[in-house]
């Protein structure tokens, strides 16, 4: 079974672009995050979908940062612009999620780094 | 609110040798309890987790963690590092016993010297 695909796996951009990054969770998982890890710290959640509803997005910084999960299953996180301290690693994880008591499976995550 | 504390941000060790990563957490209600490794470019893997079951939790790779409420703390041990074991290791703590509302440590890095 394939797990969390996230893509591109790296990504250099100059600041003040915008760029956007795609995750596919497993397959059945309803509950998918984004999540930002820091060089030496741990995963911040961003945002959690249950299916396609946003149900906690209040770690996303919205003046720049936008996610959307179309039909409850792919999503896509996106930064417009992008600033030098957006450079960080993002991390796409899944679960079965709907209140059961499940395991998040991790993405290999996007490496940005904005010059 | 909800935090961990890992102490050492790099661990090294021999192989064969015990390998003790500590975390400490802080929770205003009964703690779920987490490890994950994350090796180099890789996602993070769940190692083991505290769901109030039981206080030593056995996990996958041989590690274990004992859940210790009157230190607060959830200390991850190996009793013989391999090679392999050489990655990153995150604490984390939860409300709940799944995986929604995870709050990570800063991480651990654990070297294994031959």
């Known amino acids: 079974e394939a797990g969390v695909v996230q893509s591109p796996r790296y990504k250099i951009i100059e600041k003040k672009q915008p760029v956007a990054f795609w995750c596919n969770p497993i397959?059945?998982?309803?509950?998918l995050y984004w999540y930002l890890q820091n060089l030496g710290q741990g995963p911040e959640l961003l945002i959690r979908y249950e299916n396609e509803e946003a149900v906690d997005d209040s770690q996303l910084p919205k003046d720049r940062f936008s996610a959307e999960r179309l039909k409850g299953v792919d999503s896509t996180l996106k930064i417009q612009p992008a600033e030098l301290g957006d450079s960080a690693v993002y991390l796409c994880?899944?679960?079965?999620?709907?209140?059961?008591?499940?395991?998040?499976?991790f993405g290999q995550g996007t490496r940005l780094t904005v010059v | 609110a909800q935090s961990v504390t890992q102490l050492g941000s790099h661990v090294s060790v021999s192989e064969g040798a015990l390998v003790l990563l500590r975390c400490n957490y802080s929770s205003s209600v009964p703690p779920y309890l987490f490890w994950y490794v994350q090796y180099p470019n890789q996602g993070l893997q769940l190692l083991l987790k505290y769901t109030s079951a039981a206080t030593l939790v056995k996990g996958i790779n041989g590690f274990e963690a004992e859940f210790k409420k009157s230190e607060t703390s959830f200390h991850l041990t190996k009793p013989s590092a391999h090679m392999s074991d050489a990655a990153e290791y995150f604490c984390a703590v939860s409300e709940l016993a799944g995986s929604e509302k995870l709050v990570f440590g800063k991480g651990t890095k654990l070297t294994v010297n031959p």
């Open positions: 397959s059945g998982h309803n509950t």
């Open positions: 994880a899944s679960s079965l999620g709907g209140g059961q008591n499940t395991e998040a499976f």
